[in-house]
């Protein structure tokens, strides 16, 4: 691909998470975005399970039956001349890990927020980790069309809570049964909520920052109140400043309702706007690859097993960083100096896929994996020689030991096992003398989803006993002496044989480091 249509297919992408705590709308959204690019005709409902409309992606199903997402989904379409790469991400909690490592493959964020709830616990946690990132962050105030808080509140608490500038690019005209419109600050024009109330018509431009007074709106108290609202607003708040927008300091605010799709288009074309195309990657010496680079790199940030049950695959997710990737290309597993041919590649649209020709940086790209691949792997073209960032990883809290019910199903057992760690939401671990298999995740949940899928992708049943909460810290190989086990701290091993101790609460380890004060203990993060 020559330098300068590589520059515009770059410039055209536009590759961002969804992030909010449950039931926020995350996905609901998201479903409404894929609608207006096309990529789907009908928009499925979380909550309609009795309809069998389940949202698009949410393709696990165990996600259909619970009516939630616990594992990250990608999907791509393109609209007003951009590419578009959306990645819904789990709002719960136990499936943070999934969340912040999917942080680090896109270029900007939409942090969607209850209007009746506010800033929830995960919405703050997950936050943290884009403003860590310095990337943009755009925020949808949702669910306008159930009664909920004050917005100047929300945008108050949005401002305290995660200390970040907030600029309202509309505001609503009433909410819940009294919901009237958006007067929409940005674009100079008010969006109707019910444009059968105005000739049909969805929008009514202003003029000198009002509507026209023959509008059955004008006279409407709540539309007065807004008027005032809005102007102390434009004179006491923040300066829309895109500078600011682009380093993560400020974050445009709109309002809307997902569910009864008001507000969303204005929200996608004006994100599609400021939102930033690809950015240049950090390698692990500090060095930046831009991605105008004619040579191919990515890194793989995801690894899922099953999303076509019917063919028992593997799908390792890479994220371009830079250059152009084709069909049948060679590239180099950086970990390994292994050379791969990217034959059998994919892009995606929830549980759709096809086979791609080609792609470009920010773009999203799903390579079959027969076991090649690890969380964090660098690919690269030709002598491009680079390995990217390290991707974060968390040291479980909770503990569970784990055994096949039916000892016939053992093949099963161990290749569910295998391919369910390398996803990366649980973590595989044996003691270290007798080789039980001990699983850990960060939430209970992510017990109940391995369990779940171990039945129903590998036919195995499973038999879980709780361990409970544990500390788990690593030492090095050279310091260990198997008689430093104790009833107060297991020794096993991890999937990659580095030895760990779980110790049963924070005495224990205090115990441990007093009496050896010499051997390092280290956590993952």
Not at 189 to 211: A, K, Q, S
Not at 244 to 271: H, M, Y
Not at 297 to 316: C, E, L, T, W
Not at 442 to 451: C, D, H, I, K
Request: charged share 25%; proline share 4%.
């Amino acid at each position: 691909m020559k330098n300068t249509h590589l520059k515009e297919q770059v410039d055209s992408r536009r590759t961002f998470a969804i992030i909010s705590h449950p039931d926020a709308g995350k996905t609901t959204i998201t479903e409404q975005l894929l609608l207006f690019g096309g990529a789907i005709r009908q928009a499925g409902t979380v909550k309609g399970k009795k309809t069998g409309n389940f949202a698009k992606s949410d393709w696990m199903e165990i996600e259909k039956q619970r009516g939630i997402s616990v594992t990250s989904s990608v999907m791509q379409f393109d609209f007003d001349g951009k590419r578009v790469n959306i990645l819904d991400t789990p709002g719960h909690e136990d499936f943070s890990e999934d969340t912040y490592r999917t942080l680090m493959a896109v270029d900007s964020a939409v942090m969607v927020i209850d209007s009746a709830k506010g800033i929830e616990a995960q919405t703050k946690k997950l936050f943290q980790v884009v403003k860590k990132r310095g990337i943009p962050i755009f925020t949808f105030i949702n669910k306008l069309d159930r009664d909920g808080r004050e917005p100047l509140d929300l945008l108050e608490e949005l401002e305290e809570l995660l200390d970040i500038e907030s600029y309202p690019m509309n505001w609503p005209i009433g909410m819940g049964k009294g919901l009237e419109g958006l007067y929409d600050i940005y674009n100079k024009r008010v969006e109707v909520y019910r444009p059968e109330t105005n000739n049909g018509e969805r929008f009514i431009p202003l003029v000198d920052g009002d509507i026209p007074s023959d509008s059955p709106l004008h006279k409407e108290s709540v539309y007065r109140q807004v008027l005032e609202e809005v102007e102390l607003l434009v004179e006491a708040g923040d300066a829309f400043d895109t500078e600011k927008i682009a380093r993560g300091d400020q974050t445009p605010v709109f309002f809307g309702s997902a569910l009864t799709n008001f507000g969303v288009q204005t929200f996608l074309e004006t994100f599609l706007q400021f939102a930033p195309s690809p950015y240049s990657h950090k390698t692990e010496d500090g060095q930046e690859v831009s991605p105008y680079k004619e040579e191919f790199s990515g890194f793989v940030f995801k690894i899922q097993a099953n999303m076509n049950p019917a063919h028992r695959d593997r799908i390792a997710f890479v994220r371009i960083c830079s250059g152009t990737f084709e069909r049948g290309m060679d590239v180099t597993l950086g970990r390994t100096g292994k050379k791969i041919k990217l034959s059998n590649v994919t892009q995606f649209m929830a549980d759709s896929r096809e086979n791609v020709e080609e792609a470009v940086a920010g773009d999203i790209i799903g390579i079959y994996d027969t076991g090649n691949y690890q969380i964090g792997d660098t690919l690269f073209e030709g002598k491009l020689n680079v390995q990217y960032e390290e991707l974060p990883s968390f040291t479980p809290e909770l503990f569970m030991k784990v055994i096949a019910k039916n000892v016939m199903k053992q093949k099963s057992f161990h290749k569910g096992i295998y391919q369910l760690v390398q996803e990366g939401a649980i973590q595989l671990y044996k003691t270290y003398l007798t080789e039980e298999y001990i699983i850990g995740a960060v939430g209970q949940l992510q017990f109940e989803v391995f369990q779940h899928r171990m039945l129903n992708e590998y036919n195995a049943e499973v038999v879980m006993t709780p361990m409970g909460s544990k500390i788990a810290r690593w030492i090095k190989p050279e310091d260990l002496d198997e008689r430093m086990s104790s009833s107060r701290n297991i020794l096993a091993r991890d999937r990659f044989d580095q030895p760990l101790f779980l110790f049963e609460n924070q005495f224990a380890e205090r115990w441990f480091a007093d009496k050896y004060p010499d051997v390092e203990l280290k956590s993952l993060l």
